[in-house]
């Protein structure tokens, strides 16, 4: 009961990455930007580093809207990014803004020498020391955030599946593409404060992955990754408790041995069928889906 107690608040966090992230996963895998968060992560820990050689408190509020200016500024050169020919991936840009950010925290941190142990926190996480006020204040934000993709939601799937359809129909892509990075940071920005960036990479990516080796449609995605995303979480932590590892990368791991079970149970099963590995009646699912969700 006392371990119970002690995870609760952990297992409550878990619960609300896996909401935000599985659902942000499917945009960020359908866009092809699988980087995208440690791209913006990185740009977060540059201005939470210019934050302390200022002499702002790292902890306070002023850090924290400074670091998410960074992170919105990122959030607008991806969403300009997008070249129009398309002979340019946006992934590059991605990478690029990564290296510059690693590269100008570096110069940053020999300016800051002894005031940067909190910035391993960021990057490593160490959730077990969540506070339930903490927990209230993530959930009341990403449920914002939730409910800003929800309203818009047919307009965001669009986006990110069929960018010329969207042109066409005459959305502003660019407009919405900032909307989505500019909320995306924000959820990043939050989350790697209290998980680090690997755990918040694994919650992004791997249960979309996951979900993508048995389905296509984007409801039956999301209740696999959120599903995997709550029993991977209290496995992870329920083994970093009992083995005295750590947290995060113990449920790194923990994401990445249930994900080759996953492809494992995918070969045995689904490709004995033939074809794509896919049940046939969901062959094509993924594009009926996707015009129901644009249908009135």
């Not at 066409?168 to 900032?178: H, K, M, P, T």
């Not at 989505?180 to 680090?196: C, E």
Request: proline fraction near 3%; hydrophobic fraction near 55%; aromatic fraction near 12%.
């Amino acid at each position: 009961m006392d371990i119970f107690m002690f995870l609760l608040a952990p297992l409550a966090a878990s619960l609300i990455l896996t909401g935000i992230h599985a659902y942000l996963g499917v945009h960020v895998v359908e866009r092809g930007v699988i980087f995208v968060d440690l791209a913006l992560a990185q740009i977060a820990a540059l201005g939470a580093i210019i934050a302390l050689i200022i002499g702002l408190d790292p902890h306070g509020a002023a850090a924290y809207w400074i670091s998410l200016g960074f992170t919105f500024f990122g959030a607008f050169i991806f969403s300009v990014a997008r070249s129009k020919r398309g002979h340019i991936p946006q992934e590059a840009f991605i990478g690029i803004a990564y290296a510059v950010a690693s590269a100008a925290a570096i110069l940053a941190m020999s300016k800051a020498t002894g005031e940067t142990e909190h910035l391993k926190d960021m990057l490593v996480g160490n959730i077990l020391a969540v506070s339930w006020a903490e927990v209230a204040k993530t959930a009341a934000l990403y449920g914002v955030i939730g409910l800003f993709h929800y309203i818009y939601r047919k307009r965001f799937l669009l986006i990110s599946m069929d960018p010329k359809r969207a042109a066409a129909e005459g959305i502003s892509v660019r407009l919405w593409d900032f909307l989505f990075y500019a909320s995306f940071g924000l959820v990043v920005t939050s989350s790697v404060a209290i998980a680090g960036v690997l755990l918040v990479f694994c919650y992004l990516i791997v249960p979309s992955v996951g979900a993508m080796l048995f389905v296509d449609r984007i409801g039956p995605r999301l209740a696999i990754g959120w599903t995997m995303g709550t029993l991977v979480s209290a496995l992870g932590v329920f083994v970093s408790v009992k083995m005295d590892t750590p947290t995060g990368a113990t449920i790194v791991c923990t994401f990445g041995a249930v994900l080759v079970a996953m492809y494992l149970v995918h070969l045995v099963v689904f490709h004995r069928r033939g074809g794509d590995g896919k049940l046939p009646e969901l062959q094509g699912a993924g594009d009926r889906a996707f015009e129901a969700e644009q249908r009135p």
